[in-house]
């Protein structure tokens, strides 16, 4: 199981807590990360990753074990620790303000 | 007694603003959705607690939200809209070709018989329809297929598709206005468009007469004669007699014709409004006052409707799907502003009053009128 936590608004949408598990088949990637978590809950689709391109949304970030993996080619295995369990793989909004 | 429901879309969530007939106390529900943007809420016809909403970010994109039960309770619909085959190009803002791009939805439009069927009016600008309450969208692409489609450019707002309006005579019949592309009908359902921009003048775009490329910016009927339209026009506010084969300017005497919404009376189909704003470098009211023009004979005579809104300071803009009436016996009509405020008239303008002050900037205003 991969740990996946969310940003807030997305937490709102998919009414989950900011954290969720779930069951990637095969090697986890961003990819197959992200596929089990759409066909998890759905409602994502589209919010991660855009409809058609299945690009990252520009304003979203992948982080985890504190590294910025949002330029990662999506089919790059993902850290030891996330695949373990032991740190989750973390989608993040840009910040943005002012 | 009747009720009244007004559906406020603001940049930072919805409400739902509901009083009895006499329209005097407010119950203000919300924010739903907070911290996104509502672009639209429209109830549908058919069912009145069948509500649709746009919400949309810049950091996640678009949802579609739907209710059953008046606004208490939403559920996520299909938020999937692609462009009909391979998309093409249209023109960006250096004249050079850019790909079609879903952006956002910009407006709903609830069927007037069937609450599942929605039509939605996008960025980039295309019509789409839902048959199944929101839950997947096929763009009526013969619309975008129009052989000017290609050149459309955008507005400052983007390439958007911000009105629908369904002839409530014709069910063929569907007027969209595009920003800025100008306004099109079909008379087929759809299949086939018609550009219904002959006799506006802009001289924002080379041939200031030409089939297409016209900012307008809001478009609006009255049910009991849907072949007159009324236009506000990034300048000029114009009418049509013929379902928008021609059109002829009713500016009149405002004090200036730019502005975004116009609307018409529930019950005078020849009383309109709108909004003069300053103009479209300054988008506020003229002289810091904020002022509802109203025509009872169907344009070029306007009288300033001030009753109750602010007449020194006021320096908010009024969007062009902010402004909305009621069916009840007096009218009632509404505006939201950028300020946050939503102002209400129980009596066709005579007098206002705010019903919430500090909201989001308002993005949309929508009423239902309850049996």
Redo the contacts between chains.
């Keep these: 199981m991969i740990r996946v936590t969310l940003p807030f608004h997305l937490q709102t949408l998919a009414r989950v807590p900011d954290e969720v598990m779930v069951d990637v088949p095969g090697l986890p990637t961003q990819r197959s990360v992200l596929d089990a978590l759409e066909a998890a809950y759905p409602v994502l689709r589209g919010t991660i990753r855009d409809h058609a391109t299945c690009k990252r949304r520009p304003y979203l970030r992948f982080f985890a074990c504190e590294q910025d993996l949002s330029h990662d080619l999506p089919d790059a295995p993902l850290p030891d620790a996330v695949v373990a369990g032991t740190e989750p793989f973390m989608v993040v909004g840009a910040m943005a303000g002012g | 007694m009747s009720n009244v429901r007004v559906l406020v879309g603001t940049r930072k969530g919805a409400f739902v603003l509901t009083s009895d007939g006499k329209r005097d106390k407010w119950t203000v529900n919300g924010p739903h959705f907070g911290?996104?943007e509502l672009y639209h809420v429209k109830g549908s016809p058919a069912d009145p607690n069948r509500l649709y909403a746009s919400q949309s970010?810049?950091?996640?994109?678009?949802?579609m939200q739907r209710s059953n039960d008046a606004g208490k309770t939403w559920e996520?619909v299909g938020?999937?809209?692609?462009y009909d085959g391979v998309p093409g190009t249209h023109q960006w803002y250096d004249g050079t070709p850019h790909p079609w791009e879903?952006a956002r939805v910009w407006h709903l439009e609830p069927s007037l018989t069937d609450p599942d069927t929605v039509y939605a009016g996008i960025q980039d600008a295309a019509l789409f329809r839902s048959t199944d309450g929101g839950q997947t969208w096929l763009e009526m692409s013969g619309l975008r297929k129009h052989h000017t489609g290609n050149s459309w450019q955008p507005g400052a707002g983007g390439l958007c598709l911000h009105t629908i309006l369904l002839d409530p005579t014709n069910a063929q019949r569907i007027y969209v206005a595009i920003s800025a592309a100008g306004a099109f009908r079909t008379d087929d359902g759809g299949a086939t468009w018609t550009p219904i921009n002959r006799g506006l003048r802009s001289e924002g775009i080379p041939n200031p007469t030409a089939e297409v490329g016209h900012c307008v910016h809001r478009i609006a009927l009255h049910r009991s004669r849907p072949g007159v339209l009324f236009m506000q026009k990034h300048w000029d506010v114009m009418r049509s007699d013929n379902g928008g084969d021609s059109w002829t300017e009713v500016s009149g005497n405002l004090p200036t014709d730019f502005g975004f919404p116009i609307d018409v009376h529930a019950h005078e189909p020849e009383t309109i409004y709108v909004v003069p704003i300053k103009s479209d470098s300054e988008h506020f009211p003229p002289d810091g006052k904020l002022r509802v023009f109203r025509s009872r004979n169907g344009g070029n005579e306007w009288e300033p409707l001030t009753n109750g809104l602010p007449q020194h300071d006021c320096y908010v803009n009024v969007l062009r799907a902010a402004m909305a009436v009621d069916s009840l016996d007096a009218c009632g009509v509404y505006f939201g502003t950028t300020g946050g405020q939503v102002y209400a008239s129980a009596n066709g303008g005579d007098t206002w009053s705010a019903i919430v002050r500090d909201l989001p900037p308002v993005l949309s205003v929508e009423v239902q009128t309850l049996a």
């Design positions: 911290g996104w970010s810049s950091w996640f994109g678009q949802v996520a938020n999937k809209f692609e879903f």
